[in-house]
Nanobody, 126 residues
Framework: QVQLVESGGGLVQAGEALTLSCLVS????????LGWFCQTPGKEREFVAA??????YYADSVKGRFTISRDNAKNTVRLQMNSLKPEDTAVYYC?????????????????????WGQGTQVTVSS
């Protein structure tokens, strides 16, 4: 049984940094693409970042500020978020796919991911 558990969310001020972690159990990290999505009230979940083997992909809004990484020894995928902005405020979800995707059509799509965490709130004050 695959389970994803996020941690690391919280309240920070604009310009500060935060690192989200997602502990993956029931499968290895390399079994498929791993992604982070975010959601604000009334909106659909939006793609933030993904890692497929050694390739990383980012939404334009976070390029240069966020970094996704895998820690295979700890079966954990992380999202390092720097220079946070109030518009980054959202619930952040970790997701795992059963396939390795390199095409944006797939890794940016929620439906490509079979497993999801419960989400962790990130709030950035101005």
């Amino acid at each position: 049984q695959v389970q994803l558990v996020e941690s690391g969310g919280g309240l920070v001020q604009a310009g500060e940094a935060l690192t989200l972690s997602c502990l993956v159990s029931g499968r290895t990290l390399s079994a498929g693409t791993l992604g982070w999505f975010c959601q604000t009230p009334g909106k659909e979940r939006e793609f933030v970042a993904a890692v497929s083997l050694d390739m990383t992909y980012y939404a334009d809004s976070v390029k240069g500020r966020f970094t996704i990484s895998r820690d295979n020894a700890k079966n954990t995928v992380r999202l390092q978020m720097n220079s946070l902005k109030p518009e980054d405020t959202a619930v952040y979800y970790c997701a795992a796919a059963s396939t390795i995707y390199h095409a944006s059509f797939f890794f940016k799509s929620q439906s490509s991911y079979a497993f999801w965490g419960q989400g962790t709130q990130v709030t950035v004050s101005s």
